[in-house]
C-alpha cells in the first residue's frame, strides 16, 4: 500500500520514510490485506482529520509540520482499512451500528498505533504512545483503557475486535452525531 499527498511535496517526503514499515506491520497485525492499493491523502483548510469509512481516501489539515502529520494520517488511513475489515466481517451495518463501530474504531486505531512497538516507534516523541490520544472524544478517551486491556489481552486481533464489538455493544456513546 502506498499513500498519495495531493499537492504537499513535504508531507509526501515525510510520509515515505515511514511506509512501507507501517503499510507491512498493519497488515501483519491485522491479518487482513489492504483493501486499495494506493491512498489518497486530500488536504483541508479546516478539517484536521477524516476517514473514508472503508473508501481509497483521506482528509487531513494542510497546516502541520511535515513529520507531526504523519501519525494522525496514519490513525486516518489505519481507521479506513479497519473499516473494510469491519464491513468484510460483519457486512451491512445499520446507522446505530455505525455509530458503535465508529467509537471501537477510534479506539482501536489507537491502540495499534501507540501500543504496537513497531508503529509506535514511527512517531515523533510528541506523536508517540497510548495515553495523550483520543482527548478530543472525552467519553473514547475514558474507554480506551477498558479496550487496551482487551487488546492487550487478546491472542490476535480478530479475536480482539469480536470481543471488543460485543463490549462497545453494550456501551451508551455519544459520537459521531448523524
Excluded at 500500500?1 to 491485522?30: C, H, P
Aim: charged residues 25%; contains cysteine; aromatic residues 18%.
Amino acid at each position: 500500500m502506498k499513500v498519495k499527498f495531493e499537492g504537499n511535496k513535504q508531507y509526501q517526503l515525510a510520509w515515505d520514510k515511514i511506509n512501507d514499515v507501517f503499510s507491512k506491520r498493519v497488515e501483519e497485525l491485522t491479518q487482513f490485506p489492504w483493501q486499495h492499493k494506493i491512498f489518497k491523502v486530500r488536504l483541508s483548510d479546516t478539517i484536521y482529520g477524516a476517514t473514508s469509512y472503508g473508501h481509497d481516501f483521506v482528509i487531513r489539515s494542510r497546516n502541520e509540520d511535515p513529520f507531526e502529520q504523519c501519525r494522525v494520517t496514519a490513525h486516518e488511513i489505519l481507521m479506513s482499512h479497519l473499516w473494510s475489515y469491519i464491513y468484510h466481517y460483519f457486512g451491512e451495518l445499520s446507522q446505530e451500528e455505525v455509530k458503535k463501530f465508529w467509537a471501537l474504531n477510534e479506539i482501536t486505531t489507537v491502540c495499534l498505533l501507540g501500543l504496537d512497538p513497531i508503529l509506535n516507534k514511527l512517531w515523533t516523541a510528541e506523536a508517540e504512545g497510548f495515553e495523550r490520544h483520543l482527548k478530543n472524544y472525552s467519553d473514547l478517551y475514558k474507554l480506551k483503557y477498558k479496550f487496551k486491556k482487551i487488546y492487550l489481552s487478546s491472542p490476535d486481533f480478530k479475536t480482539y475486535l469480536f470481543t471488543a464489538k460485543d463490549k462497545i455493544f453494550t456501551i451508551p456513546t455519544q459520537y459521531p452525531k448523524f
